[in-house]
């Protein structure tokens, strides 16, 4: 059987992340609704001739405006009526789905943040207050055709199925995908099925950003963009280096992953889908957008990606080779005989009408970044890292050609969060009638944010530790162990792994992981048995850490140095080493050195069942 012949079973093997609203990127998997209840007129309202649009293209409408000037007419271009405004001052959302500017007027730095695709501003609620404290004015503009408020359905809900395996306890997962309609109609009239509404929106961003700094030449412009954000922010802030000083991409939509793409072709060009019921019933519960799109609305995506990536800048990366067009093929047989929107992938040379000169004048451009930070989740769903990964190689050899004598390693990094992050992982509104952060989805939330912040306000790359050839993202803060070790979930540390404090001139020290597993431990108050999640690690010959943690891809709930003490031994399976506490909230080797230097007179001792630990654990100590 050809393997793509099993494309048809990607729903059932594709993982899928938080299905809500915040989240509003297809992280999941997709429902279906049949247009069977639609009339033709009905079928069709939701399409405009986009030759009439023009809502963002401001190139001959602003010159000689000031910065203020042109964000009125930037905001006003769609009717604020049109837009979502939900708004619960008790959770702080604001207007989460209209274009904002919000800060001191008077502040001399800016920062842009733009959403991905269905989602809106709102998507961004958590990391709006750390920059506005920090003094900057917060710019966070609707997508075109994002964010319009739905209306009731033209159609019956009579076949709404397996509403009850939608959400488990978290609301997290997502049950199997089912025949969907829903009360509610989202206006898609606007959403671009082509590439202009994007590239205008973009260039008017850019525009944006370089009158401000203009105005402020010794403030700072900071940029962020999510997904298909990330797509935008690329190219109005990748392309005026001299406007923007720190550039961040969160998994950047630069090509759609295989997976995704053969799901999204076997829809068929005219069907209506929806995010599900999961965001359908999440509506004015969340941080906005929308729950349903059509085929076009994905190959505008990738129309935008290819326009820019291969045609404005002509880069050198496999997405433009000619090898890459088969991740985009899809067997005419497997759409009922219809040809697929993806073959045509690279713009031919008579559809690209850039210059050679002009996409490397461009490029160059690349080389003049200030502060570049890719970030993305390993084993994505939904994009490409591979071309993420090789677009970030462009910018190093763009930037060592021209800084050379600089250490222009400096201005660029690339990490990967875990998998189970997903696509869409910053914050949430937290559920109704939690709040945060003891009610937040999940606990990474504060990490991820805290690293977007530090980013945007101060240029410091997300941190590392190096995994063979790609590095992890790791967080830094006071509140994380050791600064590179808490986060990470205990899957992503095999064998052994480099702790490293940042990219440029780090000290990197091997932790090897001698065991990782689910063990029994003794609680230390009356005697309780839980199962935990335990590693043991070597950081030197005389040095060895246990952490602990409630569930495999959790944060570091205990840490303990071991003692030099002869250890006991239970049944071959049970130890009870002496330990040393550390504190998960401070540095770690600080800690170690303190314990070394300052014995415990009676340290703790804690039991942990399990066979091969036990053994593993008295290979390195004295047992009896």
């Known amino acids: 059987m050809p393997s793509w012949a099993l494309l048809p079973f990607a729903v059932s093997i594709i993982r899928c992340s938080a299905l809500r609203l915040q989240d509003a990127s297809l992280d999941a998997l997709l429902e279906y609704r049949s247009d069977d209840a639609l009339n033709s007129s009905q079928l069709h309202a939701d399409f405009r001739d986009e030759s009439s649009w023009g809502q963002y293209d401001f190139k001959d409408r602003w010159d000689g405006l000031g910065f203020e000037d042109r964000w009125k007419m930037f905001r006003e271009a769609v009717d604020v009526s049109a837009f979502q405004d939900f708004y619960d001052p008790a959770l702080d959302t604001g207007p989460v789905c209209q274009p904002t500017l919000e800060g001191p ?121 999510h997904s298909l954000g990330g797509m935008i922010t690329a190219k109005f802030a990748m392309e005026r280096p001299h406007y923007v000083d720190h550039v961040l991409l969160i998994n950047p939509m630069f090509a759609l992953s295989w997976g995704f793409i053969g799901t999204a072709a076997a829809l068929g060009p005219d069907s209506l889908w929806s995010k599900g019921s999961s965001c359908e019933k999440q509506r004015g519960k969340s941080s906005g957008g929308i729950c349903q799109f059509r085929l076009r609305h994905i190959t505008a995506m990738i129309d935008l990606a290819k326009e820019v990536l291969c045609c404005h800048w002509k880069m050198p990366i496999s997405l433009c080779g000619s090898s890459y067009l088969m991740s985009y093929m899809v067997p005419a047989g497997m759409l009922g005989g219809r040809s697929t929107p993806f073959t045509n992938a690279v713009p031919t040379t008579s559809q690209c009408h850039v210059s050679a000169t002009a996409a490397d004048r461009t490029r160059k451009q690349f080389g003049h970044i200030g502060r570049f930070q890719v970030i993305s989740t390993r084993w994505e769903n939904m994009v490409d890292n591979d071309v993420i990964s090789d677009l970030v190689d462009v910018v190093r050899d763009t930037q060592s050609i021209f800084n050379w004598g600089v250490n222009s390693m400096m201005n660029y990094n690339l990490c990967y969060w875990p998998f189970g992050l997903g696509h869409a992982y910053l914050s949430n509104r937290p559920k109704e009638g939690m709040t945060y952060p003891s009610g937040q989805t999940k606990w990474w939330h504060p990490y991820v944010e805290n690293a977007v912040v530090k980013f945007l306000l101060t240029g410091k790359h997300v941190d590392i530790v190096s995994a063979g050839d790609s590095n992890d993202c790791v967080t830094s803060d006071s509140d994380v162990a050791g600064g590179s070790l808490a986060v990470l979930p205990a899957w992503m540390h095999v064998d052994s792994y480099d702790i490293g404090m940042d990219i440029i001139g780090m000290e990197t020290s091997r932790a090897e992981v001698l065991f990782e597993g689910d063990v029994e431990k003794q609680s230390e108050w009356f005697g309780r048995w839980h199962e935990r999640n335990l590693e043991f690690i070597r950081f030197d010959p005389s040095t060895f850490v246990i952490a602990t943690r409630k569930e495999r891809n959790e944060n570091i709930r205990d840490m303990f140095l071991v003692g030099a003490q002869t250890i006991e031994v239970d049944d071959d399976k049970c130890v009870a080493p002496s330990l040393s506490e550390l504190d998960p909230t401070e540095p770690l080797y600080k800690q170690i050195a303190n314990a070394k230097e300052h014995v415990v007179d009676y340290p703790k001792v804690i039991k942990f069942c399990q066979q091969r630990f036990a053994q593993i654990l008295c290979e390195h100590f004295s047992c009896t």
């Not at 943040?113 to 750390?130: K, N, Q, T």
């Not at 408020?149 to 199997?176: R, Y």
């Open 105 to 225: 007027e008077d502040s001399p730095n800016l920062a842009i943040l733009s959403h991905g695709f269905l989602a809106c501003p709102g998507l961004f609620f958590r990391v709006v207050g750390p920059l506005i404290e920090a003094g900057f004015r917060v710019m966070r503009p609707t997508l075109p055709g994002h964010g319009r408020k739905c209306t009731a359905a033209p159609h019956s809900n009579d076949d709404v199925q397996n509403e009850d395996d939608i959400d488990d306890d978290d609301g997290d997962e997502f049950g199997t995908p089912s025949l969907l309609s829903s009360e509610l109609q989202d206006d898609i009239s606007d959403m671009p099925s082509t590439a202009k509404p994007y590239l205008d929106f973009a260039d008017a961003l850019g525009m944006l950003a370089e009158q401000f700094k203009k105005e402020h030449p010794n403030g700072k412009v900071v940029a962020a963009g």
